[in-house]
């Protein structure tokens, strides 16, 4: 058993009430300085020396991913306990017909830097952080179990040592590729071993829904368009054509298997691997026009020094995606970089607006969908944001 006698370290910032709250991350900046090995089961003690929290030492400038505020173990039982508790609440949340979606959802679900993800009878377990890292096999052991209870017999590993991503199969069948799993019934295609994330975009799972109700008879253009899951729903809800853009060609040759798998037409949809920029400075030479535009980028924003560069990459691409909407026409946004928050994001949107003429028109605001729970006193993790307008 990893959980050990516990080191203590000590609070030298006013962040008791934070902590308390329920905030999961104490920056090694807030702490008198020591030194433990990732992974340490770390007690925090506040200014005056007393308990405050216990959770694993993490490096970089996270010092503390926080688990409890209560002197309780790390151990299986707590590890099982909020893994079932999990699971328990996705039974209740998610969509029927619907065979991909998040099981674990890491700090929002008290388990910091554990994210798991179902597609069909497979799972795709993720680990964030160095803290976790070391707890890895016993995990492995702890959740077997209530995988196998809710029917998921397999299960991958995703990591991440600096710049090199490995996924190995921990047990079970290996999937095929591409592996077809469902969500409201609409048939999706993924790559397990070679997409991004776990294999799918399962937070915009909302926002596809709604693509699907507002597509009739439009022109859909779909940028970074990754699978071509935005485009299946666009053309699910009738859209006149899609065209799905993305730099990567395996992801646009998903995406001309996702179109297919859902018997759409081919003439309906384009499928083009370009870059996204020089694709918009294209159309808008050609005066060419649509009546959704939808822009999912990745995260322009993987960390705060990328920040001030990533709002001038957002305003870029909302200038140049406004450019080419109809009038009355749509436009739907979104941001998954987390050093971006939702007013800074909708700032560029109306600069982008500015400088494209246009007017919007707001029509929503939302973010991820509930297997994504977020904690309210955590707000580092409310890192999607999506707006929908009617352009003018």
Sequence with gaps: MRNTAAMRVRLRKPLERVIKSGHPWIYRDALVSYQAPFGRVVDVLDRSGRFLCRGLSESGPIGVRVFTTVEEQLDSALFVKRINKAFGLRKR???EATTAY?????EGDGLPGITCDRYQRWAVLKLDGEAIEPWKDQLLQWIRQPLAEVGID???VREKHRENKTVTLAWGAAPPEPLVVEERGVRLAVSLREGQKTGLFLDHRESRHLVRQISGELRVLNLYGYTGAFSVYAGLGGASEVTTVDVAAPAIELARQTWALNGLEPVRHHAIAADVPEYLTDISSKND???LVIADPPSFAPREAARTQALRSYFALHKGALQITEPDGFYLS??????IDRTAFEQTLQDGARAARRDLQVLGRWEAPPDHPQLLAFPEGNYLKITLTRVK
């Design 93 to 95: 949340i998610i969509p």
């Design 102 to 106: 998040r099981l674990l959802h890491g």
């Design 154 to 156: 397999s299960l991958l």
């Design 289 to 291: 026009r649509f009546g």
């Design 334 to 339: 979104a941001s998954c970089s987390s050093h």
